[in-house]
């Protein structure tokens, strides 16, 4: 499956932004995906995931409460709507898929497993 993000961009504290990222050659009907960030100079990390039947949505401590992971299957869409930004939420955010259903265990957020990226999409939160 490829993926591919969208919908970053820059805004102040207190802003929203809803990156999306588009799943095209799909051939399971059931498979995790999942929200990563990368903020500068840091390592890859888990922010959100969601299983395609809907099952699996779990957060980063960091963001529960401000962000919400939502899916369009019809369209193979995922959906990463983000509020009240902060300047810690800052990073490069990445989608991944997961046929192995990872979103369904504590081992959602490693990295290792999921076998599809996107290329990424920058957020910059500012004061």
């Known amino acids: 499956v490829n993926l591919v993000e969208s919908g970053g961009g820059s805004v102040q504290a207190g802003g929203s932004l809803t990156p999306s990222c588009a799943a095209f050659?799909?051939?399971?009907?059931?498979?995790?995906m999942a929200w990563f960030r990368q903020p500068p100079g840091k390592g890859r990390e888990g922010v959100a995931s969601?299983?395609?039947?809907?099952?699996?949505?779990q957060y980063a401590d960091s963001v529960k409460g401000r962000f919400t992971v939502s899916q369009d299957n019809a369209n193979n869409t995922l959906y990463l709507l983000m509020n009240s930004l902060k300047p810690e939420d800052t990073g490069m955010y990445y989608c991944?898929?997961?046929?192995?259903?990872?979103?369904?265990?504590?081992?959602?957020?490693?990295?290792?497993?999921?076998?599809?990226w996107g290329q990424g999409t920058q957020v910059t939160v500012s004061l």
């Open positions: 969601i299983a395609t039947t809907g099952e699996g949505i």
């Open positions: 050659g799909t051939t399971s009907s059931r498979y995790c």
């Open positions: 991944a898929a997961d046929k192995t259903l990872l979103c369904l265990t504590p081992a959602w957020g490693r990295t290792k497993g999921y076998t599809n």
